[in-house]
C-alpha cells in the first residue's frame, strides 16, 4: 500500500526510535552532477546491455531501449499484457547471467486472472533491430504468484542473478498480509530458483513440498530492493506499512517477521508488536520511522564514488531521496540523505561505477549520476 503521512501525534511518538537516522546526519545537497539522458512514462526499472544500451521498463507495459550516447529511445516489442493499476504494470527487467551468448532476458510484471491481479516472471530472447529497438521471443512464464487479489497493491518482484547463477525474486504480499507466514503461499517471500523457474536444491525448504520448496526467507511485505554486497550477502529493502521501512540482511530460512510484527503501525492506527518482542524473527538491521517509501537498491561495488564503497544506496519515494546507510559488518546506519526533489524509483550501477536512477511518475527521467 502507497504510504500515508504520519500524524504530528505518531511521529512525536516514534522519534526516539528511529534508529536508522542518526543524530548528525549528513544531509548536504547532491554531492554529484546528474545528467538526464532520457524521460520516460511511470519508469519502473533499468538493466544494461553489453554494449552500453539500457533497457527500462514503464509500468503501462512498454520496454524502452535507450542509447545514452544519442539519448534516442525504441522500443522493445513482444511485451505480456501487463494488469495496469495501483501499483502494477510492468516491474523489473534482468538480462540472464549468459545474455552474451543466449540474449536471454527476464522481465517480472503483474498479470490478472481469477480474483485480481498477481506477480509473474517470464524469460524471452531479445533480438535487437538497426533501428533502435527490436522484439521478444519465445516468451515462457516461469513463475507466478500462487495467488491473486484485487486492489493492485504491492507486487514488487524485484529480480536478481546471484553468484551461483540462481534468480531471485523478490515477492510482495500483495496486500494480503497472512501470506506472508503461510509457508504454502509464495506471497511476502525472498524466492531462489534456477534459470528454468524450478525451485532451486539447495533451499532451506525444498524438502516440505512444491512452494515451499521456492521460498529462501519469509514475512516480507513489498521488498522493492535486493543486492549483494562484495561479500556475497544478499540485502533488502522493503515497504513498512504506516512507519517502520526496512533494511535487511537476508538469511536462509529466517522469517523477517509482517505481519506479526513491525516497527510501524496499521493505517487505521491499530498497533503492531515490534521486532523486540519476538527473538525468534529477524529484526531490520535499519528501519525508517517516519518512511522513506524504499523503492530501489544497490549495494555500491565502484570506485567512482569511493567513500560510498559497500554503503547500501536506497531510492526513496515519498522521501523524494536518494538514501546512504553505512554497512559495518552485520549493522547498518542511515549517514546521508540526498534530496532529490522528486519521487525516486529504480537504481543501478554501471559497470564502471557510475550509479543511475529514475524518477518515478508521468514523466520520469533517467539520470547517471557522477562524482562532482
Known amino acids: 500500500m502507497m504510504h500515508l503521512g504520519l500524524s504530528v501525534t505518531y511521529a512525536l511518538a516514534w522519534v526516539a526510535g528511529a534508529l536508522a537516522v542518526p543524530s548528525q546526519l549528513d544531509t548536504r545537497q547532491q554531492p554529484f552532477k546528474s545528467t ?8 519502473w526499472a533499468i538493466a544494461f546491455l553489453p554494449d552500453n544500451r539500457v533497457l527500462v521498463t514503464e509500468r503501462r507495459g512498454n520496454l524502452r531501449l535507450v542509447d545514452p550516447a544519442t539519448k534516442a529511445k525504441g522500443t522493445i516489442t513482444g511485451v505480456p499484457t501487463v494488469a495496469y493499476g495501483g501499483q502494477g504494470g510492468l516491474h523489473d527487467v534482468a538480462l540472464h547471467p549468459k545474455y552474451a551468448e543466449n ?15 498477481g506477480g509473474a516472471v517470464a524469460r524471452a530472447k531479445l533480438t535487437l533491430d538497426t533501428n533502435g529497438g527490436g522484439a521478444l521471443s519465445g516468451l515462457e512464464v516461469i513463475w507466478r504468484h500462487s495467488q491473486k487479489a484485487s486492489g493492485g497493491l504491492q507486487f514488487a518482484c524485484r529480480l536478481l542473478f546471484g553468484p551461483d547463477g540462481a534468480l531471485w525474486i523478490s515477492s510482495g504480499e500483495i496486500n494480503q498480509m497472512t501470506p506472508a507466514q503461510d509457508m504454502t503461499s509464495n506471497l511476502g517471500k525472498v524466492i531462489k530458483l534456477y534459470e528454468n523457474g524450478t525451485a532451486f536444491a539447495g533451499n532451506p525448504f525444498a524438502s516440505q513440498g512444491a512452494v515451499q520448496a521456492q521460498i529462501w526467507s519469509l514475512g516480507h511485505r513489498n521488498p522493492l530492493g535486493i543486492d549483494w554486497d562484495a561479500q556475497g550477502r544478499l540485502w533488502e ?12 540482511l537476508i538469511q536462509s530460512g529466517a522469517n523477517y517477521g509482517w505481519p506479526v510484527v513491525s516497527e510501524g503501525r496499521h493505517y487505521d492506527g491499530r498497533t503492531i508488536p515490534a521486532h523486540s518482542t519476538r527473538p525468534d524473527i ?18 555500491y561495488k565502484g570506485d567512482l564514488f569511493s567513500s560510498w564503497k559497500g554503503n547500501a544506496i536506497i531510492t526513496g519515494l515519498s522521501s523524494q531521496s536518494i538514501v546512504r546507510a ?3 559488518g552485520d549493522t547498518a546506519k542511515e549517514a546521508q540523505r540526498i534530496s532529490m526533489g522528486k519521487r525516486m524509483r529504480g537504481i543501478r550501477e554501471d559497470k564502471d561505477g557510475a550509479i543511475w536512477v529514475i524518477e518515478d511518475g508521468p514523466s520520469g527521467r533517467l539520470l547517471k549520476l557522477t562524482p562532482n
Open 103 to 117: 540474449s536471454i532476458v527476464y522481465i517480472s510484471y503483474a498479470e490478472s486472472g481469477t480474483g485480481g491481479a
Open 282 to 299: 529477524a529484526p531490520p538491521k535499519a528501519f525508517w520511522v517516519p518512511v522513506i517509501s524504499p523503492a530501489g537498491l544497490i549495494i
Open 36 to 43: 538526464a539522458i532520457t524521460d520516460h512514462a511511470e519508469p
Open 326 to 328: 553505512t554497512i559495518t
Open 237 to 248: 529493502v522493503e515497504m513498512g506499512p504506516m512507519g517502520g521501512d526496512e533494511l535487511n
